[in-house]
């Protein structure tokens, strides 16, 4: 007899440096990045498993995984505790043969192939804790039952012109996938690979043994798969974003002030450790004060505004002061924001200070990519550090980068034209 | 190894008739407060910041609520090999079968738990007020003294003091306390002018025997019983003077002050720098997404916390997880406790709402007559206010009310039950 859908091993990849985020990485993976004033991006795939009824969890780390450590604590948050419920860090690690680093997504599911042994499955659901999405996993492993698969893989319709960025499936009239290309630069269709795998146990196990070089899930495991076994596609309509670039982040960000998206954390019960990072959501009421004008945002319980917050989303903690302005921004928890300055298309990371009557985000040259990081930077939004202090009445163009940490004597002349660094 | 040597009791039994709608289905220390806490998170919060965690709860009075407030005690850190809450509810044994007869008669009969504890001093407080207090200054000047018991007070004027019991307290330590030379409960005229605040300091043995004697009495009241036997019989008893902030929240006027002493610039109330914790698993506070305001959203002087969607006007006004505020309508000078729904064009004044009541389109509260209306309004939960309804100022509203009792207008004062 088999086990219940729910009794799948889950295995959520997190180990990648998602390094197109620029700064927002430099102190923490990916997965752990903050989204949505209160979330961090894995919080989606935790959540995910978690109201699948799935319960058994490991969490696969390599890059910079404190934050992420620290944020998954006991998995108390998403009800991962109890007898039969965890969720376990599985970091890198020596031993008799291998000795290194993650080499790519298959070779690191290949390391731990003794935790996939001693918890006895019928399917192991693999995921990247790197997107934001509302998804049953419970449902795409009875679709997987029925197909009588040996792996299947989550797809979406995507643009064409986004296909590049993914693994793109070919499917018969069946959802078999019959042919498979990996990033292709001229795509032969739009149904693009979500990085969510459901894997029969055994089917795995054989797989992972066969060749130590196949280390990709998409370049290797998959072509091979489709041409000697049975491959399915299990479609995916709804929301589903890859967060993995400053813009694709930031449009994320901005769909939640628009229900009409179909993002919505607290209706998907997006659960998160509120208690990570010191005293995180448990935090009082957020005050608004005589000078506040709020639209269109979403702010988060410890805030004081008394300035303008327009189309922006705050973090806890964030102080708007008398005649601020806060407009197409993501702000960071506790960063302070003193009187008449004026942020404009910004990202700022945790506990930093805009010194009062600065102007960040300055003049209409959003095409003056980042000369340190044209590939990251092109759109017009500026980002800064964390604990990064700007001094009063600084101004800043677009396409900047202030880095962590950077303190008010490193902004030696009173503006920072566009595309320009600290 | 480290055992906590104060044991600290909240007396959290009842239901302050004054609260009326508010204290139908749970006692007072647990009535909503500030956008997110309930009244006795103050007193749990301040043991908490004080390094006391060894606590019992009286409850008595429909303490479900509560309990599930409380939850394990470790939204309070209160979870540990000697740290913890306890609740006692009223119990039947061999000898008796009474409820709580009063809070002196609750301690009581939980003296088998206190003995257990063996504490070297027995802090006795309420759970219905809202201040911040460091206890261990308190329980340092307990021991200086070498009192049999500290009474922590503040002064008021005298004429509010026939609510509240009064001590005359001697200068002998200036601003920081002295012994208390006469006490009276609740009288027109008291001598002193420093009221107590029901923050109690017992040394163990003095208590022991003070409830037992009581035992034979009628009453069994801390404020009206023990101290005057205590005062009587010449024992050791100082008064702490407290010159912070103290919110009564006995009427539904303090109780409603209280709130607005929450706003403005400088807040009289700073949950921040109070250091305030509740459990946020109670009513999924941890479950909800940053608040969300819509294009239209206009907002003031007010307190939002997470789970709202604002799409209309609120200002002075105090607002709970999981309330909407649609296009078009006024919150004004209002507690909104949570998963209210106020609907399109609703215009409502000086309020307090219960929770998971709905308000539908163009309900007025508080608005006519115009000017008249400095009383505060009180609608208790699961009501479903049909649209249109006026609601004259200072009317009350039962929880739960039948949809085919509601009249298009209810009068300034009305009691609709």
């Known amino acids: 007899m088999r086990r219940k859908a729910s009794e799948a091993l889950v295995l959520l990849l997190a180990g990648g440096v998602g390094s197109r985020l620029n700064l927002l990485v430099e102190t923490r993976a990916k997965p752990a990045v903050t989204f949505g004033g209160l979330y961090r991006i894995i919080d989606f795939s935790l959540s995910n498993v978690m109201n699948s009824g799935l319960n058994r ?130 795509p032969r269709t739009n149904l693009a690979s979500m990085g969510i795998y459901v894997f029969d146990q055994k089917y795995l196990l054989k797989t992972l043994a066969r060749d130590k070089n196949e280390i990709d899930f998409g ?128 990202i700022s990371d945790k506990l930093t200070c805009f010194g009062a009557g600065c102007k960040v985000g300055i003049g209409t040259h959003h095409d003056i990519a980042n000369r340190l990081y044209p590939k990251h930077l092109y759109t017009g939004i500026s980002l800064v550090g964390e604990f990064a202090r700007i001094p009063e009445r600084m101004r800043i163009g677009r396409n900047c980068i202030v880095r962590c940490n950077a303190t008010p004597d490193l902004f030696t002349a009173p503006v920072l034209q566009d595309g320009e660094s600290i | 190894m480290l055992r906590p040597t104060t044991l600290a009791m909240i007396l959290a039994g009842g239901r302050a008739d004054e609260l009326n709608v508010l204290t139908y289905y749970r006692p007072k220390s647990a009535v909503p407060f500030g956008g997110f806490v309930r009244v006795i998170d103050f007193a749990l919060s301040n043991l908490m910041n004080s390094g006391i965690e060894n606590i019992a709860i009286l409850s008595q009075y429909r303490s479900y609520s509560l309990i599930n407030h409380i939850g394990t005690g470790a939204a309070w850190d209160m979870i540990g090999r000697y740290r913890g809450i306890s609740i006692l509810p009223p119990f039947i044994d061999s000898q008796q079968n009474d409820w709580y007869r009063g809070s002196a008669d609750a301690v009581f009969k939980n ?100 409830l037992a004697e009581n035992q034979a009495d009628t009453s069994f009241e801390f404020g009206r019983d023990i101290i005057p036997r205590l005062m009587s019989q010449g024992k050791r008893i100082y008064g702490y003077k407290f010159h912070g902030y103290w919110g009564y929240t006995r009427t539904i006027t303090e109780y409603w002050q209280a709130n607005m002493d929450l706003l403005g610039d400088d807040p009289q109330i700073d949950l921040e720098q109070w250091g305030v914790r509740t459990n946020l698993d109670h009513r999924n506070l941890r479950g909800h997404q940053p608040a969300l305001f819509g294009a239209q959203a206009k907002i003031s002087n007010s307190l939002v916390y997470n789970g709202c969607l604002i799409d209309g006007t609120v200002r002075n006004s105090i607002v ?58 009180v609608v208790g939960w699961n009501n479903q206010v049909p649209p249109g309804t006026s609601i004259g100022p200072g009317a009350t509203i039962s929880p739960s009310l ?16």
């Not at chain 1, 003794?114 to 934001?132: A, C, K, Q, R, W």
């Not at chain 1, 995180?280 to 004008?293: C, F, I, M, Q, S």
């Not at chain 2, 307090?352 to 309004?377: L, W, Y």
Request: charged fraction near 25%; proline fraction near 4%; charge should be negative.
């Open chain 1, 219 to 346: 370049m290797h495991i998959l072509p091979w798969a489709i041409d000697n076994d049975s491959v399915f596609a299990y479609p995916f309509y709804g929301y589903w974003r890859d967060v993995g670039t400053i813009q694709a982040y930031w449009e994320a960000n901005m769909d939640l002030l628009k229900p009409e998206s179909g993002i919505s954390p607290e209706a998907w019960q997006i659960c998160t450790n509120v208690e990570a990072e010191g005293r995180g959501a448990d935090r009082p009421a957020t005050r608004y004060l005589d000078g506040a004008d709020v639209r269109n945002s979403l702010v988060s319980a410890g805030c004081v505004i008394n300035g303008q917050v327009i189309n922006s989303v705050l973090s806890p903690g964030v102080v708007v002061e008398r005649g601020a302005v806060v407009k197409d921004s993501i702000i960071f928890r506790d960063c302070r924001i003193e009187e008449n300055a004026t942020l404009d298309l910004i």
């Open chain 2, 402 to 417: 039948d949809a085919t009792k509601w009249p298009a207008h209810v009068e300034a004062g009305r009691v609709l039950s």
């Open chain 2, 320 to 377: 709970f997880p999981g309330v909407s505020i649609g296009p078009g309508a006024v919150v004004e000078d209002s507690v909104i406790f949570f998963n209210n729904s106020i609907g399109r064009e609703c215009r409502i004044r000086k309020t307090i709402s219960d929770v998971n009541t709905s308000f539908d389109a163009g309900v007025r509260i508080g608005q006519e007559p115009e000017g008249s209306g400095e009383q505060i309004s």
């Open chain 1, 57 to 186: 969890v490991g969490v696969l780390t390599q890059y910079k995984p404190l934050s992420l450590m620290g944020h998954i604590g006991t998995g108390d948050a998403w009800d991962f505790t109890g007898r039969s419920r965890f969720v376990k860090i599985l970091p890198p690690r020596t031993g008799m043969k291998d000795s290194d680093w993650y080499q790519g997504t298959a070779d690191a599911i290949r390391r731990n192939i003794d935790f996939i042994e001693s918890n006895p499955t019928d399917e192991v659901l693999i995921l990247s804790g790197d997107h934001i999405y509302h998804m049953d996993f419970a449902a795409m492993i009875e679709y997987h039952r029925s197909k009588k698969a040996d792996v299947t893989v989550g797809m979406m319709v995507v643009p064409k012109s986004q296909i590049h960025q993914f693994g793109a499936g070919i499917t018969n009239q069946d959802n078999r996938i019959v042919d498979w290309e990996e990033k292709p630069a001229v």
């Open chain 2, 111 to 210: 003296l088998d738990f206190i003995r257990y504890h063996a504490p070297e001093e027995i802090l006795i407080l309420s759970g219905d007020h809202i201040y911040q207090m460091d206890y261990q200054d308190v329980i340092d000047y307990h021991h200086k003294k070498q009192a049999d018991l500290t009474v922590v007070c503040k002064k008021v004027a005298r004429q509010r003091a026939s609510r509240f019991g009064m001590a005359a307290i001697d200068d002998e330590d200036g601003q920081r306390g002295g012994r208390v030379i006469n006490y009276q409960e609740k009288t027109e005229r008291p001598e002193g002018e420093w009221s107590s605040l029901t923050v109690l300091c017992f040394r163990p043995e003095t208590l022991y025997q003070a």
